[in-house]
Nanobody, 122 residues
Framework: QVQLVESGGGLVQAGGSLRLSCAASGRTFSSYTMAWFRQAPGKEREFVAAINLSGVRTSYSDSVKGRFTISRDNAKNTVNLQMNTLKPEDTAVYYC???????????????WGQGTQVTVSS
């Protein structure tokens, strides 16, 4: 079992940047696909980005491609999400997730953080 804790959320103006981090407990971090999901008010939780065990492969939702970058540091048990050119529609609670498969569905992930709020103003 792993525990995930997100940080780095906050309030930012449209066009600005934020960097989210997720710290994972345990020594098996490198055995998991890591992903970021987000949930806006009144909306379903949606996939944002994923990164495979080694960090070689990444996936992004169409809405964030070219703006967000996911990365991981297995030695430090962290996964990051660099968010650039933020838009108001990026406003959501962002969740870090860990799972065995490399997928884009929330049900494919076994462990979740509590989320960090990202608010982008116009």
């Amino acid at each position: 079992q792993v525990q995930l804790v997100e940080s780095g959320g906050g309030l930012v103006q449209a066009g600005g940047s934020l960097r989210l981090s997720c710290a994972a407990s345990g020594r098996t971090f490198s055995s998991y696909t890591m992903a970021w999901f987000r949930q806006a008010p009144g909306k379903e939780r949606e996939f944002v980005a994923a990164i495979n065990l080694s960090g070689v492969r990444t996936s992004y939702s169409d809405s964030v491609k070219g703006r967000f970058t996911i990365s991981r540091d297995n030695a430090k048990n962290t996964v990051n999400l660099q968010m650039n050119t933020l838009k108001p529609e990026d406003t959501a609670v962002y969740y870090c997730a860990a799972g065995r498969p490399y997928g884009t569905w929330s049900r494919e992930y076994d462990y979740w953080g509590q989320g960090t709020q990202v608010t982008v103003s116009s």
